[in-house]
């Protein structure tokens, strides 16, 4: 019962949709000229969107899963070392790279099309009334507990210090908690504290943690952001990631994802790394795939994985948008170091057999497990996604996928809709601040 009550409060949380915030003129310059986007000024706030989606443009995509394996893995040196010494682990920034970070702050995150058919959903099949309109008054806020501890972090100029990067715009703020720690990673760099406050390591990049493993490559030389930082309390390790995307920025090669967990439960020990190379289109397509808005949830049986990924040139995906990408990382080798762990994707690039189609999703996020207590085995993992009558669909609610994944045999591996959960109304267009009711 404690589990289900805490996915209760998870599905709560993560009704909440993300939004981009975008500047137009320099999107249309990183697509070159192919998306067609729309703002709608909301209270002050742009809202992107791309318009005219047509789901028959996008390609026939094979029947997946897609099983991958790391192009590099190994062992790092400590990361309190590695703190001390990263200047001389990794190269200053070029001028193309300054100017390659500076123009991703005014195209991240890439906006997902939500006015688009959703047929795959089955929200055709519920007959229910549309969403009666928001109302003019909202019941009192609940005030929020002040928190127990606050200190300062990491700030934007820590972005900078050592020749790192640049000052970055958003700042991708993400940190987690242990029982002794607290990790923070802020866009480019990642800092170590004490539960108290005290700074236990100074900030230092992902990309040196890597490059200390002998590796070779962007995951030990570029630290394009996107962090997220977990504590998995089922093995008391640190779960650390970022993507890479310059080259498929500028057409040049894939996307990469680059993964670290750490040995023990120290988060300044040494960490296993992990290079996954992005599952792209063949050779010769003109274009390769943009993965994008990387997230993750500790699970006992898989780290999950969402995505969205994109076609910035238009070959494949005319629309922009491609699809969303779902996946999951073989957890139990990942924490023992074997350089066969394997990723389980499905996206552009591999469907479900369920007949999901992501290339109408959007927005998923999976549920993570929180506390000491782990679901009953073999559980599927859970992931949501929110719907609105806003967006073309005829009812606001939540939709449930489980991710069925089979490591003895990964072929047998699906992704599939559980159910479609009608909520309370609720505008996520909504001026006052995207508000959102009670729901049971």
Request: charged share 15%; hydrophobic share 40%; net charge negative.
């Amino acid at each position: 019962m404690a589990f289900q009550r805490e996915v209760k409060r998870i599905t709560l949380v993560i009704i909440i949709s993300i939004v981009g915030f975008i500047n137009e003129g320099a999107l249309h310059k990183a697509a070159q000229g192919l998306f067609q986007i729309g703002a709608t000024q909301l209270n002050g706030v742009h809202k992107a969107e791309a318009l005219h989606y047509n789901p028959q443009t996008v390609p026939d995509i094979p029947l997946g899963p897609l099983i991958l394996q790391p192009v590099q893995s190994g062992l790092s040196r400590p990361a309190s070392w590695v703190a001390q010494h990263y200047t001389e682990l990794i190269r200053p920034l070029s001028e193309k790279q300054r100017e390659f970070y500076r123009s991703l702050e005014k195209v991240l995150p890439l906006p997902i099309p939500r006015r688009k058919l959703r047929s795959n959903l089955q929200l055709s099949s519920l007959s229910l009334p549309r969403s009666e309109r928001w109302p003019d008054k909202l019941p009192p806020a609940i005030p929020v507990p002040p928190p127990a501890l606050s200190f300062e972090g990491l700030n934007n100029y820590d972005n900078v210090v050592g020749g790192i990067g640049d000052q970055v715009l958003p700042p991708d703020v993400n940190g987690d908690v242990g029982p002794s720690h607290y990790v923070e990673f802020v866009n480019l760099v990642l800092r170590v504290y004490a539960r108290n406050g005290t700074p236990l390591s100074n900030p230092f990049p992902l990309s040196a943690i890597f490059a200390s493993a002998g590796f070779s490559g962007p995951c030990a030389s570029a630290n394009d952001g996107d962090p997220i930082v977990l504590y998995d309390q089922l093995a008391d390790r640190w779960f650390l990631s970022q993507f890479y995307i310059e080259d498929a920025y500028y057409n040049t090669g894939p996307s990469r994802h680059c993964v670290a967990v750490s040995q023990t439960g120290d988060p300044l020990g040494p960490y296993y790394v992990y290079e996954f190379v992005w599952p792209d289109f063949p050779p010769g397509s003109g274009t390769h795939v943009f993965m994008d808005y990387p997230h993750h949830a500790i699970w006992p049986d898989a780290y999950w994985m969402t995505a969205h990924e994109f076609d910035l040139y238009g070959t494949k995906c005319p629309s922009g948008y491609c699809a969303q990408a779902v996946a999951a990382l073989e957890r139990t080798r990942m924490l023992v170091g074997d350089a066969g762990a394997r990723m389980i994707y499905f996206g552009i690039r591999a469907a479900p057999p369920s007949g999901v189609d992501l290339t109408q999703a959007g927005g998923l996020l999976a549920a993570d497990l929180e506390g000491p207590t782990p679901p009953p085995p073999g559980t599927p993992g859970i992931f949501l996604e929110f719907v609105a009558d806003e967006y073309g669909a005829p009812q606001d609610a939540l939709n449930v996928y489980q991710f069925i994944v089979d490591w003895s045999n990964p072929s047998n591996s699906n992704f599939i809709l559980k159910a479609t959960l009608p909520v309370n109304p609720f505008n996520p267009l909504n001026p006052s601040g995207m508000a959102t009711p009670d729901n049971p």
